[in-house]
């Protein structure tokens, strides 16, 4: 009709009521509806305009060509738009799409083997012969029904951002259950070119797969990829263009045959749907008639907002009656054995097993790792060997870090003429950030962990083994993977409930999420256990988390028994293949926590360190220090120069020091709070600390070491022998291995973060659920510590 | 000659409590934008987001 690339057309006039409207292409006038003019892509000025906006500089050109386009201009524009191809990634969970995009992309987008991880649409753009591809990585979903939020989120994205083309992937050692989905494409008749991924691991199992053949049959061009090592992904991306350019001989469009009572009710409901002039014919009249048929809720939902809706309802109803008689089941049913059928008939002629079954390498580890006996010894088995690499093995480059910030603290103290500046750089921010930047080194060892444990897909074994447990929690097994996730950091584990579909279990996940101790609080347990139990770092370690574990499933029970005590609905836990990760995806997850941990260092524990080491130093000279002066100004002037005048007057200067310290501004706010934590053996410094420690848990360390760097007499003590040999003023010690039982299980437990709380009102949508957070929270750790030091200090007082 | 470090530490400390304020500020001022990610240092997650940004 002429409406071919690069033609210019002229809008003549619009018929009365607007519809249809007169064009002219290539010399002659058409006439077309509103609804068929849309299905045509043009260029107009608004393109134009927005193109101008980037390219303001060519100061050359006249004021009217800013208005006017020149035709070349629009036609390169018009060129360019059909140059970039708007492709979406759609695949079942773990078939490998974010590899894949990652991978054409060249993202670092974070690819776990656990269902669940991309929670939302990725997108990235890249260049191939020229053409420029802008992918949607879509979230994973096994089928387009209208259950779960990632099967609405992809169904909405494919009919209203209508990609130009589905890549479609599938894990070739799992077709049957991959190509439901691929159906369900082809119902929505959307231009499709098949990914087969894992394609080595089929060959490896010496399976025999036609896919050229099957290709053929279902009218998408299937091609093999590997998206791990980069295998066929630039053959995908030049058939993609074949099929763009609608020059690839496969593309074809076919419909399922659902056999012959369900096709009679599909083509009653679709001869309702055609009398309806609302309906995009963008959107498959098929495709309705199946949803409709099948219930689709949603489907439902819009028909609805149709004129004549009733007419077509009738008609469904009529039909869904008819076709229950007819097979003796649910519609719904009904379509998806007709898609396993039509799936099982494919491969039956494509599809070539083969016959020796060999356990697989996966088969075998799960014997173990899934033992009902076995199981849950392995999982603690593993996370012991987590924590004590993360102690034993950190704790070398832990000391080199130490070094290092003692030689700038040093190389500052010996440099730099008495003053506050030099106080606050030694004392304060050397101080406050080298205390904390030390840890970097565990925290790396833990991530490294987690993120093998992650991309090998134990994580998922481990939600297997626990998922008895979770349910006695009244809990999914799903909800396990945002809790593991916990342990990195509370803030993304909180997002990552969105993947549970249970309103409840998803709200008692995020409340008892910040019980599961993240990576921000093991500066103060590794701190705390290197001072106090060195021998038994890791097993005290252990303890601490599993102790977060236990009060998670006491609080969550609770949770379900009084606030959210409907009934739970049952789930799919998907087990995929173990998996070797590669170093490089290891690697970047470090270097991204590692990124995250300095950008810390840099804002937020600055900054607390600072205001820290002022309301410490200030105010300056008060009255009280007088008194020790006098008595250092005599000592002094006695005429003995002996040991014990030097002793005394060591002694005055420390008692000067800790005078000074608690009549300073934030002495005052410590001994103000501290009563409350007194019972628990908190002194007014610990108080301080957790009080800093709100705004995020590494400030407690930072607060600690602040306040005790100015404490000893030997200016090179590192900070655990600092806290070790604390005494206050009657000479009894601060700290004892009790009080630091005592002060990780509060740190354990009280108040989550600031991030974690606007996380959890974020995603609960209330203000309420992050008040209650704090507070159940802080009044269970001071129940608990309350519990453990008055309980030990019995004990203690009873043997000694 | 001590006079220098009092000044440094004074613009340090006013300069901290500025930063605090615009932190303050910014946070009860800033339209509801439904970014999760708003105030935190960052992850792969908020990098997701700021990509699809």
Not at chain 1, 160 to 182: F, H, K
Not at chain 1, 545 to 550: F, M, P, R, T
């Amino acid at each position: 009709m002429g409406f071919i690339r690069g033609k210019e057309v002229i809008v003549i006039q619009n018929a009365p009521l607007k519809d249809p409207i007169h064009y002219r292409v290539m010399g002659y006038d058409v006439s077309l509806r509103r609804s068929d003019a849309a299905l045509i892509e043009v260029v107009s000025a608004g393109d134009f305009e927005k193109e101008q906006a980037s390219s303001i500089q060519d100061t050359n050109r006249s004021a009217d060509s800013f208005i006017l386009p020149f035709e070349n201009e629009l036609q390169a524009i018009a060129f360019h738009k059909g140059k970039t191809i708007n492709v979406a990634l759609v695949g079942n969970p773990n078939c490998g799409k974010t590899s894949l995009f990652n991978f054409a992309s060249g993202a670092h987008e974070h690819v776990g083997n656990y269902s669940g991880v991309t929670v939302d649409a990725k997108e990235g753009t890249f260049q191939q012969n020229g053409y420029t591809f802008r992918i949607v990585d879509l979230p994973g979903t096994y089928s387009l029904s209208a259950y779960t939020p990632e099967e609405l989120y992809v169904r909405k994205h494919l009919n209203e951002e209508q990609p130009d083309v589905v890549i479609n992937v599938i894990d070739a050692s799992n077709l049957e259950r991959n190509l439901y989905l691929t159906t369900q494409l082809i119902d929505m008749d959307v231009r499709m070119v098949i990914a087969l991924n894992m394609y080595d691991e089929l060959e490896r199992h010496g399976n025999k797969f036609d896919h050229e053949s099957l290709a053929k049959m279902i009218g998408a061009p299937i091609i093999p990829t590997v998206s791990k090592t980069g295998f066929g992904i630039a053959d995908l991306f030049n058939r993609v263009i074949k099929v763009y350019e609608e020059e690839d001989p496969v593309i074809r469009h076919i419909h399922i045959n659902y056999g012959e009572s369900l096709e009679k009710g599909i083509s009653n409901v679709r001869k309702t749907l055609k009398n309806s002039v609302d309906i995009p014919k963008s959107l498959s009249k098929r495709y309705l008639s199946i949803k409709l048929l099948e219930g689709d809720r949603e489907i439902e939902a819009f028909i609805r907002t149709l004129p004549g809706s009733e007419t077509i309802f009738q008609e469904r109803d009529r039909n869904t009656a008819l076709i229950e008689k007819l097979l003796q089941e649910d519609c719904e049913t009904a379509f998806t054995n007709a898609r396993y059928g039509f799936i099982s008939g494919a491969l039956r002629e494509t599809y070539e097993q083969n016959t020796i079954k060999e356990a697989t390498s996966t088969q075998i580890i799960d014997l173990f790792v899934t033992h009902k006996v076995l199981g849950f010894p392995i999982f603690i088995l593993f996370m012991w060997i987590m924590f004590e690499a993360t102690f034993r093995l950190g704790g070398y480059p832990m000391e080199w870090i130490e070094a290092l910030v003692e030689v700038t603290g040093n190389f500052v103290r010996g440099h730099m003429s008495e003053g506050p500046l030099k106080d606050l750089l030694v004392d304060g921010i050397i101080g406050g950030v080298g205390g904390v930047i030390v840890f970097l080194p565990n925290i790396l060892i833990l991530y490294m962990f987690i993120s093998f444990m992650e991309d090998s897909g134990y994580m998922a074994r481990a939600a297997f083994i626990m998922d008895k447990i979770m349910h006695k929690m009244g809990l999914h097994g799903k909800s396990f993977i945002p809790l593991v996730m916990g342990f990195g950091c509370n803030v993304p584990a909180i997002m990552a409930s969105r993947t549970i579909e249970s309103r409840n279990s998803r709200m008692i996940t995020m409340l008892v999420n910040p019980l599961m101790s993240c990576s921000a609080r093991l500066p103060v347990y590794v701190l705390l256990t290197g001072a106090f139990f060195p021998k038994n770092a890791s097993f005290v370690l252990l303890a601490l988390y599993v102790s977060g574990i236990l009060l998670a499933v006491i609080m969550a029970r609770l949770f379900k028994r009084f606030l959210f005590n409907e009934e739970d609905v049952p789930f799919v836990m998907e087990l995929p293949p173990y998996r070797m990760p590669t170093g490089k995806s290891i690697m970047i997850h470090m270097w991204e926590k590692a990124k995250q941990y300095l950008h810390k260092m840099g804002g937020i524990i600055l900054v607390a360190s600072i205001i820290i080491w002022f309301l410490g130093y200030f105010p300056r000279h008060p009255e009280s220090g007088d008194p020790f002066d006098r008595q250092i100004a005599e000592i002094e002037n006695t005429a003995s120069d002996s040991q014990e005048k030097t002793d005394a007057i060591k002694k005055l200067e420390r008692l000067k020091a800790i005078d000074h310290q608690q009549n300073s501004y934030i002495g005052r706010i410590g001994q103000t709070i501290q009563p409350v934590l007194a019972p628990l053996g908190f002194d007014w410094k610990m108080s301080v600390s957790l009080l800093t420690g709100m705004a995020a848990k590494e400030v407690v360390v930072s607060t600690l070491s602040v306040l005790y760097m100015g404490n000893s007499d030997d200016g090179n003590q590192a900070l655990p022998e600092r806290l070790k040999q604390d005494r206050d003023t009657e000479g009894n010690w601060v700290f004892t291995p009790l009080i630091a039982i005592s002060f990780m299980l509060f740190v354990l437990i009280y108040f989550p973060c600031i991030a974690t709380i606007s996380a959890i009102v974020n995603e609960s949508g209330s203000w309420k659920w992050g008040i209650f957070v704090i507070a159940y929270t802080c009044v269970l750790a001071w129940i608990v510590s309350f519990i453990v030091y008055q309980t030990g200090n019995f004990f203690v007082g009873l043997f000694s | 000659m001590g006079m220098w470090q009092d000044i440094a530490v004074c613009v340090i400390g006013i300069s901290v409590i500025g930063y605090i304020a615009y932190k303050v500020y910014r946070m009860l001022t800033k339209p509801k934008s439904g970014d999760p990610c708003r105030g935190c240092s960052g992850c792969s997650l908020k990098k997701e987001g700021r990509m699809k940004e």
